[in-house]
Each structure stands twice: as C-alpha cells, then as structure tokens.
C-alpha cells in the first residue's frame, strides 16, 4: 500500500481511503446504501487497518450521524493507536428540522464540528470537508470559519467535496489574501466512465497543489464486473434501488467490455482494473472504497498490485475519452507549439 502526500501538506495517507457510507443503513436510501451495524463494521475497519490503510473518510450526515458513532467506537474496541489513522470527516447537510441545521454556515459548522467530535469519540478531526456548495452562504463566510476551526484545534486540516474549480480557485484566492486556512482536498466523483472532472478540475488541482480524494470510483457498483449491456442489474441490487451516480450507459458499457479481456489476461476482477486505473492517474491521491463485507475489500485491496502497461492504459484511454469540448480544444490548438517547446527544453535538460 503507497502512502501519497495529502495535498501540500506534510500528512501522508493510504492510496486506498476506508468510505463509511455503508455504515449504520437506517431510513431512506442510507438502507439501500449499506445497513452495517458495528460488529460488521469493526471487521471491516481492522481488515482495512491490517491491509495497510490508514485512512478513514465519513460525514455526519450518513445515515444521521450513525456512521460516525460506528467508526469512533470501532476505532475505540479495536485500540487504535490516534497517529496511527487518519480521520475524515464533512459537514453540509440536513442533521435537524430547523433551517439552520444545514448549509456552509459559521452557525452550522462550529455546531457541526462538536457534534462530529462527539460521535467520533475524538479530539480532533484531521480533515474535515465541506460535503458540497450552499449557493445561500457566501464563501468567504465558510473559509473563515473553517480556519476558526485550525485555529481553535478542531480540525488539523480543511477540504472540500463536489465544487466547481471556479468555487475552489476563488476560496483558495480568499484564503491566501487573509492569511487563512485553505482547502488541502477535493474529494469528487471519477471513474473510467465519468472522466468530467479532467476538464477544468484536474488542470486546477495541479496547479493549485490540492490533493484528489476518489468517491464512488465504480460508479455505485456499475463497474464492479456485475453489469454489462446483457446484465443491467438484478431486482434489489444497488444500482436498480439507487441508480446513483449518473453514468451514460453505453459509455460505462463500452469501458465494461475493454475491461473485461485485461481483468482475465490478469487473472483479476474488472472491478480490480477499474480501480487500477484511477490509481494510475497521476491526479489521484486516495480512492475511497466501501464494502458491505470483507471479500469485496479484499478484492478492491488486491486493486493495487494490478500493473497497466502502457498499451493496456491506451487502449483504456481510447475507449473512455472524453469528447473535444470548447474551450479546451482551443487551447490545446492555440498551446500545441509552446507545448512542444516546453518538451523540447525537457528533453535537453535531461
């Protein structure tokens, strides 16, 4: 297991991240997501400890809070030395009836947080996340009082979830003219078949220096190896309870089916190549990986000894492109011969 930089920061965590979403289940589609309650989930924890992961990602909102009573007292029973994992956690939605008991708020996050800390059984959070935009709360409001949160101990460092990368440059640009704390984090949907982000996300996040978190890098089950365009998903399965994300299905089928001849050549699940090329993605820090039991963890662990040769990412590559988009195919028109210069200089330099 690669342990990657987080972000700028000096923190080093797992190339795989332990999600929690499947922790707790209760009403609504937490029940469809994953119903483990904390025997089920302890095992899970100690497998994921023992693989060598050391990081844990949460929200107080999955299944109301539950999911992070479950993973405190699990990090409590099992004894887990605190410098030994990495917790994270985020903050946005609904936790009450009251309308302030949701949102990006100052009000909401210092409730938040405490409330977080609680459940956790901790003393501070280590990366703490806004889990997405509230258009009713200026963003310089959330900046400040995330870095209140630095500065009184709470959390060590800050991040976001699902913003644009205009939203994420322009807190990043507030941030560095107050003197404040600054996200270190993007945690966003990615998979072989839904590249969106590498349009104007992947550009900013290298040149802003902030580390990738991977959510639902199979696409809620749709690349798993369980699906295909002969196998749309059984009655009571994830994806025809909560058909979530949104995926183009003949995209994902098409990344299905070149998948499928390199998972066998390899001896390996295609949800296993699915995974290995995200952590092939120079982008990446963590993919974050939930399970209901411990042989879909295995099996999504034994993800990062899978080796892509160059000819296996190209025809990956092929077959999941996005297509030519304005701006971005003038810019690569307009900047093709600096580019090269660029190159050139490299190559020399070398």
Not at 164 to 172: N, Y
Not at 239 to 259: G, K, L, Q, S
Request: glycine content about 10%.
């Amino acid at each position: 297991m690669r342990m990657q930089p987080l972000g700028r920061t000096g923190l080093f965590v797992s190339e795989l991240c332990l999600g929690t979403m499947t922790f707790g289940g209760g009403a609504g589609i937490w029940n469809q997501i994953g119903d483990l309650q904390q025997t089920e989930a302890e095992r899970l924890i100690g497998r994921a400890l023992d693989a060598g992961i050391n990081f844990i990602d949460t929200a107080d909102v999955y299944s109301q809070g539950i999911s992070e009573q479950i993973t405190g007292q699990a990090l409590k029973n099992l004894k887990v030395v605190r410098d030994q994992v990495v917790v994270a956690t985020k903050v946005l939605g609904e936790m009450g009836a009251s309308p302030n008991q949701r949102g990006a708020t100052r009000y909401h996050i210092m409730e938040g947080v405490k409330a977080s800390l609680r459940r956790l059984q901790l003393d501070h959070i280590d990366l703490y996340q806004i889990h997405g935009f509230d258009p009713a709360t200026p963003i310089e409001e959330t900046v400040r009082a995330f870095d209140t949160l630095v500065q009184q101990g709470y959390v060590r460092y800050v991040g976001v979830s699902n913003w644009a990368a205009w939203q994420i440059v322009k807190a990043l640009g507030i941030a560095h003219h107050h003197g404040l704390a600054r996200f270190e984090t993007l945690q966003a949907y990615y998979t072989i078949a839904g590249r969106d982000l590498e349009r104007e996300i992947v550009p900013m996040l290298a040149s802003e220096g902030l580390g990738l978190m991977v959510w639902s890098p199979l696409a809620g089950g749709l690349l798993s190896g369980k699906y295909g365009r002969d196998r749309q998903g059984e009655a009571g399965s994830r994806r025809t309870t909560f058909d979530f994300p949104p995926v183009e299905r003949e995209r994902a089928w098409d990344c299905i089916d070149a998948m499928r001849p390199i998972a066998e050549s390899k001896g390996v699940s295609v949800a296993q190549i699915a995974l290995a090329w995200l952590l092939h993605q120079r982008a990446v820090t963590t993919v974050i990986v939930g399970a209901k039991r411990t042989d879909q963890l295995d099996d999504n662990v034994a993800a990062t000894k899978v080796k892509l040769s160059a000819q296996e990412l190209a025809i990956l590559d092929d077959v999941s492109r996005l297509p030519a988009e304005y701006p971005g195919w003038m810019l690569a028109r307009q900047g093709e011969a600096r580019q090269e210069q660029l190159r050139q200089t490299q190559r020399e330099e070398r």
